[in-house]
């Protein structure tokens, strides 16, 4: 038995070391030429599902997540996020539905994004699972051109256009890591306007993400996570982070983006309720004033049903 289990952590530190060289890596090559995707935020460690719904079945509860980020501040029409995800599970078929609103603000411009999504989960063997998901929704864009005082005929005339939304998700995980491809935004047809087809909010976007959660010491566990994003015609943009739990009670994490961005993270677990801070700068004087443009970042979320009893899933 001993054996065994110096076995299992040999493996779990090999395949730490070798993530770590991998994002070591990516984030080398990568950093010269990332930018923001639209739809990012610090704390995707804790609420991976709307990138990729499948991970809905990672936790047996029914849960509600919430999130809001004020990107800038001190910045006049800076970027402002809202979202929120909910999820129900299906115990019978080891699946889950949901449904994922988001919505965010950009001086003119404006999108909503709503989505209701189904997950099925397979068991491979006893350790390992397979989970699948689909969703679909709509996407709306406005620019509110009219609202500029210019005299270009450009900036006359609105832009407006919704359009339907489809996606997919897939990842492979065990009860200590897991390994992850989605593209939950897929626009079916393209808007018909230029202005629209140039902004990256309408592109398709696709995701990588993994993480591990690995023992420390009885009662702290750290875990390294990615999440690696493309829109075509945009540069890849490659998040890392790492947590350390203690307890199980409180976290405390850093995360940094190839956008030259990097935040301090702060979560705390309590009974049924998740709450997540993070705090962002930017690590380059070239990105709007550097380290004087922060971005706060709040998250609560609320675990019911059959499942909530147990503790919180960090993975």
């Known amino acids: 038995m001993m054996r065994d289990m110096n076995k299992i952590d040999n493996n779990k530190f090999s395949l730490l070391v070798t993530l770590s060289l991998c994002l070591l890596l990516i984030v080398t090559g990568l950093s010269a030429c990332a930018q923001q995707q639209a739809f990012s935020y610090t704390q995707y460690m804790d609420n991976l599902t709307p990138f990729n719904p499948a991970y809905s079945l990672l936790d047996k509860a029914g849960s509600i997540h919430t999130l809001a980020r004020k990107q800038w501040v001190g910045i006049d029409g800076a ?21 994922i609103v988001f919505d965010n603000r950009l001086a003119i411009e404006h999108q909503t994004e709503v989505n209701a999504y189904f997950a099925k989960g397979i068991q491979l063997d006893p350790y390992s699972y397979l989970a699948v998901s ?31 939304n489809i996606g997919f998700g897939v990842i492979y995980y065990t009860d200590w890591y897991y390994l992850g491809i989605s593209a939950p935004e897929l626009t079916i047809t393209s808007l018909g306007t230029a202005s629209i087809q140039n902004n990256s909010s309408f592109k398709s976007h696709y995701y990588f993400s993994g ?33 350390l739990y203690m307890k199980q009670a409180l976290g405390i994490g850093i995360n940094y983006n190839t956008d030259n961005a990097m935040a301090g993270i702060v979560t705390i677990n309590m009974n049924a309720f998740h709450v997540g801070y993070s705090y962002q700068f930017d690590t380059s004087s070239a990105n709007l004033g550097g380290f004087n443009n922060a971005t706060h970042e709040i998250s609560i979320s609320y675990r019911f049903g059959n499942g909530a009893a147990s503790n919180h899933n960090l993975l």
């Not at 970027?79 to 449904?99: F, H, K, M, Q, R």
């Not at 690696?228 to 947590?243: C, D, R």
Request: overall charge neutral; proline content about 7%; hydrophobic content about 35%.
């Open 134 to 164: 689909i969703n679909g929704g709509i996407r709306n864009y406005t620019a509110n051109y009219s609202s500029l005082d210019s005299n270009d005929p450009t900036f006359r005339n609105d832009v407006r256009g919704t359009k339907p």
């Open 79 to 99: 970027p402002v996020t809202y979202l929120i995800n909910g999820n129900l599970p299906i115990e019978s078929i080891d699946g889950a539905a949901g449904l």
């Open 211 to 243: 993480a591990l959660l690995t023992n420390i010491s009885e009662d702290i566990k750290f875990k390294p996570a990615t999440l690696v994003a493309y829109a075509k015609g945009v540069p890849l943009v490659v998040n890392v982070s790492g947590t």
